[in-house]
């Protein structure tokens, strides 16, 4: 069987033999009546917006119970005796995420929420003078991200022309990482900051992130990454690529909940210089001294000197279950499903349905799982009879539906189903 077969048999055969495809068992996927509101379909719907809000892994629940039960037998006592107690419950995290973002251990925290942890993480890199003071960012960049860029250029005293957005050329979707260095490169010195979306949320396009931020460092600015849909996603390095700092949400592809805990990379040798302005709190002071209750303020040498607060278990808890799943299959491993299954849907797209535009790069280097698709008429109305036929993906403003099948818990199957409704709806 090739992927030149468009058969549903093809579709069924390859799932078959997919070694990932037992990962969906452990995942709650949505019946078509619960998730669509279609009456009396138990059937599972094809879910392709794990880019948006991932599924819940199965062990979920348990694992909140535990932490409930905990709280109910121990009390305060469960800081130090729930059976994961919870003083260094977060640390339980640290390896997991370093695996999946190409981190060392100590460069890596869970805390706050994504636009929170960008904020935070500006503070200290993006130090402006009049001199040097832009922010170079993507056009299409996430509205938070270019909400926290500008107030942050305005906090120091810029305006708005500090935010300098990087814009395809004329009938280009994607931008060109040419076009990227060149830009950062003709802007030198006045280069403070340069924080892209590892994968762009609207085009799907992964940035070429060891060059661009070669070239931010040649142009002495920092250069900062919001992961939000590449952790999970694509295998990305982050130390040894060299990246400043970074930031992500964990409940799209980490499928930790909504408005899970977010993660945070710094890299070592920030971490490590006590010079480093920061905003600071009780939690990133070293453990050994925390308690002593001092007023002077003496940051741990890791990502964790910028947690403010302590961990919310509650949000952890999730998260740490899915990233076990994640440490099971390992990111390489489902780097190498999704380019299959990414690929196979692109190639149903292409000869099912040639009238859908796709506007991520067609070169898998360029792109994580998902797709963004410009569909002949109201995509509104497509949506709608996608959701009809048991699909859920999500529209973008202006007219961009994305579908992101993500290896761990999507099929093959899945993609053909989300084609052949396609065909049926622009037919
Ligand atoms: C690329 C990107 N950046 C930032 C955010 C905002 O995340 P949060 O609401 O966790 O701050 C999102 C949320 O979807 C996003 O997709």
Redesign the pocket.
Do not use: P
């Given at each position: 069987m090739t992927t030149a077969d468009l058969s549903e048999r093809a579709a069924r055969a390859m799932d078959a033999l997919d070694k990932l495809a037992p990962m969906r068992s452990e995942f709650l996927i949505p019946t078509v009546s619960s998730a669509l509101g279609r009456e009396g379909d138990a059937s599972p719907c094809v879910y392709l917006t794990g880019n948006?809000l991932g599924l819940q892994p199965q062990g979920v629940r348990d694992a909140m119970e535990r932490e409930l039960e905990d709280w109910a037998r121990f009390a305060v006592e469960g800081h130090l005796h729930a059976r994961d107690p919870w003083l260094p419950y977060h640390e339980s995290l640290r390896g997991p995420l370093s695996r999946l973002v190409g981190a060392m251990e100590h460069e890596v925290v869970a805390m706050n929420?994504?636009?929170?942890n960008?904020h935070l993480l500006m503070l200290s890199f993006y130090r402006p003078t009049p001199e040097r003071h832009l922010i170079v960012i993507e056009d299409t960049?996430?509205p938070?991200?270019s909400y926290a860029v500008a107030s942050q250029a305005s906090l120091r005293g810029f305006g708005p022309e500090s935010v300098v957005r990087l814009r395809p050329r004329e009938g280009e979707a994607t931008l060109r990482t040419g076009d990227i260095i060149d830009t950062i490169q003709s802007l030198g010195s006045k280069v403070a900051l340069v924080m892209l979306?590892g994968v762009?949320?609207l085009t799907g396009q992964w940035f070429e992130m060891e060059a661009i931020t070669k070239a931010a460092h040649g142009a002495g600015a920092a250069c900062g990454w919001?992961l939000?849909?590449a952790a999970g996603n694509v295998p990305v390095r982050l130390h040894d690529w060299n990246a400043d700092f970074a930031v992500w949400?964990s409940?799209?592809y980490l499928n930790g909940g909504p408005?899970a805990v977010?993660g945070a990379f710094v890299h070592d040798r920030h971490v490590r210089n006590s010079a480093l302005p920061q905003l600071a709190g009780w939690w990133g002071n070293d453990p050994s001294t925390r308690f002593r209750m001092g007023p002077d303020f003496s940051p741990v040498a890791s990502a964790d000197r910028f947690a403010m607060s302590n961990p919310p278990i509650f949000s952890l808890c999730p998260v740490k279950v899915s990233l076990s799943l994640f440490d099971r299959v390992g990111i390489d491993t489902l780097r190498r499903k999704s380019l299959a299954l990414t690929g196979y849907l692109e190639h149903l797209l292409r000869a099912r349905v040639p009238s859908v535009g796709i506007t991520t790069p067609a070169d898998p280097s360029q792109r994580g799982c998902q797709l963004s698709l410009r569909l002949p008429g109201d995509p509104r109305r497509s949506l709608d009879a996608l959701k009809r036929a048991g699909v859920v993906c999500d529209f973008r403003e202006p007219d961009i539906i994305r579908a992101a099948p993500t290896p761990m818990y999507n099929s093959f199957h899945d993609c053909w189903r989300f084609v052949d409704a396609l065909a049926s709806v622009t037919a």
């Open positions: 948006s929420t994504l636009t929170v960008l960049a996430f938070s991200d979306g762009n949320y919001d939000a849909h949400c409940y799209k408005g977010a």
